[in-house]
């Protein structure tokens, strides 16, 4: 038996504003046909003013903590995936902080686009085997509203805002439950495909997300299967052991190209996109929260995590719930 870090207790915030493609096409040159038949998004949630990645990263929180039946006092580590901060600096994640009383602990935040929340969920696992944190609260939260270019159709209407969270204990594993594999890589020679024109050291502005959505995609379908079995692998494990994968919510063509590619079942691939939209760094804990509350996934399923971001950077990791 060796230190795990295990699954407590899962949450997820939404902002109130929920947007359709049909609303969206009033503003913007695009149809709800197109929308569906090329990505399956159907509506995604658009921050308010005063809703922002801070504020959605507590409320998904605190419903994560209340889920595991632990007092915000007891987390030690606070590990914020987003690529939309509150500010430059200081990190989201001391904001959450804040907002949920925690006078001491550890906090800061993880910058690895849409991959964010399994960079994530691996430094926070890593730190918990290490003996360097018990309690842990990962989450992944983003604005992705407030850097689209709302007159270029072909990502505006990709993005959605939200966050998701999950509470991370100490355990022996004498149960089987809990974290058992993480893979993570990143590959800097495609960064000119999806990334934000802007930044503190060099323009000095937030700057605005440009994608060549289908060199993406392309991408993306290579990658999620190769490190989906990767995980697996370091894991022991194969397809045939997985009750459910929660990938990273961009595209339902991605995710059923990604399940043919791997003989998935698509019974067994939790899909939020439709409802929610690209939330990047959220999409993944957003998604498995809520196959946790309508109850699809229970307690000592096996779960694969999966996503792939701007960068590139992609990820998987395999826990037992
Ligand atoms: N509404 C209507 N038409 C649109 C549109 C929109 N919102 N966006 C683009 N189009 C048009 C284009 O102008 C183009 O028209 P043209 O042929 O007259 O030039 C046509 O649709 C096809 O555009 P293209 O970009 O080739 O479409 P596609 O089939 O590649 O689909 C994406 C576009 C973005 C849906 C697709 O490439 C994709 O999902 N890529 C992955 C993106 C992703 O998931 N990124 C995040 C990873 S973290």
Known sequence: MSIRAIIAGTGSALPARRVTNDELAQTVDTSDEWIVERTGI???????EGETTATLGAEAARKALAAAGIDAAAIDLIVLAT???DQTFPATATKVQDALGIRDCVAFD????????????SVADSMIRGGVARTALVIGAETFSRILDWEDRATCVLFGDGAGAVV?????????????????????????LLYVDGGPST???????R????EVFRHAVTNLAAVLGEALEKAGLTVADVDWVVPHQAN?????????KLGLPAERVVVTVDEHANTSAASVPLAFDVAVRDGRIQRGDLIVFEAMGGG??????????
Request: hydrophobic share 45%.
């Open 252 to 260: 339902r063509r991605i995710l059923d190209a990604t399940a043919r």
């Open 110 to 121: 993880v910058a690895a686009v849409c991959s964010g929340f399994l960079y994530a969920l």
């Open 211 to 214: 994608m060549k959505g289908s």
């Open 42 to 48: 159907r509506a995604r949630h658009i921050a308010a």
């Open 168 to 192: 991370l204990t100490t355990g022996d594993g004498a149960d089987g439950r809990g974290i058992l594999s993480t893979a993570l890589h990143a590959d800097g020679r495609h960064n000119q």
């Open 203 to 209: 323009t000095g502005t937030v700057g605005k997300l």
């Open 312 to 321: 590139f950077t992609w990820g998987a990791a395999v826990a037992r719930f």
């Open 83 to 85: 690529a939309t901060p």
